[in-house]
């Protein structure tokens, strides 16, 4: 990024603004899709759900992976058809599945038989992706918490989706959100393969893998280049999955490095002897990646100096509304900018406009 331009830029959008790079975000996909060669990607649209984002990534040919009625609006909207969707929340309402199937939307996930029930009235015209879980404890969001079927209980409810005449896709699993391990991969498609094996051998067919998201980004620390990631997931599909049709999730890779916070210090205040700098964006704004996500974004302030004991805080009236205390800091003034890096993934998606602040707006950069 040159700052002098990207001051021009906020010089005429103002702050708090997220700046999404249409080059960034074209090398990112072309990186995964290189790194990942012959898999399908569909972009999780949860991660980022700005038109213009949707509509860069449709223009990579890239698919969607779509959870609710409100992202199946989204991806229309931005000229996505249905034939490049499936549509992954293992939980949903008969009214969830009949607006998908109404759209065209045909591939589904579900990871119990509660789920799969509601299926059948559907079953001429539906796709069943098995969520199974994969436990990650070291990754920043475990995904496999709340959803997905225990790799041991796959195979039962393979069966009774069968017994139901259910047609099944193949299995889908979530290794982890900025999931830093690729073993995680291998050791969920190990599971997979015996899983696949088993129904090869009862007549069960199936044709797709789905590897889910989770892949990392770097944030404060560095990650291996995508490249290298994914050398041991390729490896491990070339050598048992070639003969599948193999489509990710990919979310935070893609959205992520995409865009930059601008935000502004809109007062300052030395309480007890620590700098308290209260900027236009927050918690419940563009930070509230901070609390849902857990991530943490490389920072820039355009000063130098010594450095004191300092506390960004949001503009909001709430306590918790704090982004950092207890960090390091140049003396900074009224109005002075400061730039977040890493801020397209899980930041604007989950904002909201408490206490009467806006979300951040949304700036593209071509
Ligand atoms: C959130 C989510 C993703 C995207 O995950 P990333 O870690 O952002 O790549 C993919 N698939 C499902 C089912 C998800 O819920």
Redesign the pocket.
């Known amino acids: 990024m040159d700052i002098k331009s990207f001051k021009g830029l906020v010089a005429v959008h103002g702050t708090p603004t997220l700046f999404l790079y249409e080059t960034r975000l074209r090398e990112c996909y072309q990186q995964l899709h290189a790194a990942l060669p012959g898999v399908v990607l569909y972009y999780?649209v949860?991660?980022n759900a700005t038109p213009e984002l949707i509509s860069i990534l449709s223009d990579e040919d890239s698919c969607f992976?779509v959870?609710t009625n409100g992202e199946i609006d989204i991806v229309k909207g931005c000229g996505v058809t249905p034939d490049r969707c499936i549509h992954?929340h293992p939980i949903k309402r008969d009214t969830d599945i009949t607006y998908a199937l109404q759209y065209g939307v045909t591939t589904f996930v579900a990871d119990n038989e509660h789920e799969l029930s509601k299926f059948v009235p559907y079953k001429d015209r539906v796709r069943i992706l098995i969520r199974m879980s994969i436990q990650n404890p070291g990754c920043l969001v475990n995904?496999s918490h709340k959803f997905g079927v225990a790799p041991e209980k796959t195979w039962a409810l393979i069966r009774k989706a069968y017994k139901l005449g259910l047609d099944i896709a193949g299995i889908s699993f979530?290794a982890g959100?900025?999931n830093e391990n690729a073993l995680k991969y291998i050791e969920a498609l190990e599971y997979c393969r015996d899983i696949y094996r088993k129904a090869a051998l009862r007549g069960i067919i199936f044709d797709t893998i789905d590897i889910?998201?989770?892949?990392p980004i770097s944030y404060l620390t560095p990650v291996i280049p995508m490249v290298q990631f994914c050398q041991p997931i390729n490896e491990y599909l070339d050598r048992f999955f070639s003969n599948y049709t193999i489509i990710a999730?990919?979310?935070?890779?893609l959205s992520g490095p995409s865009m930059l916070l601008a935000t502004r210090v809109m007062g300052k205040s030395l309480r007890n002897g620590v700098w308290w700098y209260y900027l236009d964006d927050g918690m419940y704004g563009s930070f509230s990646g901070k609390m849902y996500d857990h991530a943490d974004y490389p920072m820039f302030v355009g000063r130098e100096g010594p450095r004191h004991t300092s506390v960004l805080a949001g503009p909001t009236c709430d306590s918790i509304d704090v982004i950092y205390e207890n960090i390091s800091l140049p003396r900074l003034e009224i109005g002075d900018l400061l730039i977040f890096e890493s801020m397209g993934?899980y930041t604007s998606a989950s904002a909201s406009n408490f206490n009467g602040f806006p979300r951040a707006k949304i700036v593209l950069v071509n």
């Open positions: 999780a949860k991660s992976d959870c992954t995904l979530h959100s900025q889910g998201g989770g892949f999730e990919p979310g935070r890779v993934a």
